[in-house]
């Protein structure tokens, strides 16, 4: 159940980056957002007028589409006049842009077609530098403002069918930290949220994403954080209540980066193994 409106986010302004529909985590971020009082501007790529239903959203929580290609300086420039010129400046962007090019085209890790690697990284990791830098650029971050980008665990351990978006993941996080350092001289905080394997229209597009999903529930003390909670998650991390909390990688997989392996893991590979005996 969402959690009630706690008015966290009283009077913040923000831009968040990649909701597609009603499966997109930015998608839950931003009903969380409006329902605890912020106002915000959402945006995706051109593309997405036609492969998603972000109307909908725009109308449930009073707020403006800016269509825009997160990696274009060009496109992301002009978003950000556009919210300089409305809000003046703002508290908080939300990174929820992720797709895997090779990934989606079933080309193995070890086999890559590189230029689709590099858009990979450019939609999935640089984007986040790009959207920093122009926010900046325009002096559109206020002091005291937070940036949350959503990352994977796979950044730091290998998911075989995760492939490419492993090493995107890990650059977004580099990233995250790289500009930490530098955002911290405004006061501004960054972070990443890496979350629990969660069904949406990107996961969808990964082989074998059932069983990530099936194994991380079964390794889990709380099994996975749905989308929901990852929203009121980040609500936190988009309030003052975490205004110290910057450079972090934040794991909201109930509990999965901490476990080795669980009793019910066990016992489904006794199982397996018995089954094979028989």
């Keep these: 159940m969402a959690a009630s409106d ?10 968040i980056f990649g909701a597609l529909n009603e499966s997109s985590i930015a998608w839950s971020i931003a009903e969380a ?37 997160a990696t274009s300086d060009d496109d992301l420039s002009e978003l950000f006049a556009q919210v300089k010129e409305e809000y003046g400046t703002i508290d908080f962007i939300v990174h929820a842009i992720g797709m895997g090019v090779n990934v989606r085209k079933d080309r193995p890790y070890e086999d890559l077609n590189y230029n689709w690697y590099q858009k990979t990284l450019d939609i999935s990791a640089i984007s986040l530098h790009r ?15 937070s940036v949350v980008a959503l990352s994977y665990i796979g950044a730091q351990r290998i998911f075989s069918k995760y492939s490419e978006m492993g090493d995107a993941k890990a650059l977004l996080e580099s990233i995250v930290r790289s ?18 394997p969660t069904v949406t229209t990107a996961g969808s597009g990964i082989s074998g994403f059932d069983s990530m999903y099936d194994f991380a529930e079964q390794i889990s003390p709380l099994g996975n954080a749905d989308a929901e909670s990852c929203a009121d998650f980040t609500v936190a991390l988009l309030s003052d209540l975490t205004r110290m909390v910057t450079m972090q990688t934040l794991y909201h997989d109930g509990g999965f980066s ?18 094979d005996e028989g």
């Design 33 to 69: 957002a409006h329902r605890h009082g912020a106002r915000f501007v959402l945006s995706n790529a051109p593309v997405a007028r036609r492969l998603g239903s972000l109307d909908a959203l725009a109308e449930a929580t009073d707020s403006p589409i800016i269509w825009a290609d």
């Design 6 to 15: 706690s008015g966290l986010l009283d009077g913040k302004t923000g831009v």
């Design 258 to 275: 901490s476990m080795g392996v669980s009793d019910e893991l066990i016992d489904a590979f006794a199982d397996m193994a018995a089954e």
């Design 179 to 196: 500009w930490g350092y530098r955002l911290g001289q405004h006061g501004i905080r960054i972070n990443a949220v890496s979350q629990s």
């Design 131 to 145: 959207i920093v830098h122009h926010a900046m650029q325009h002096e559109c971050l206020a002091s005291g403002g």
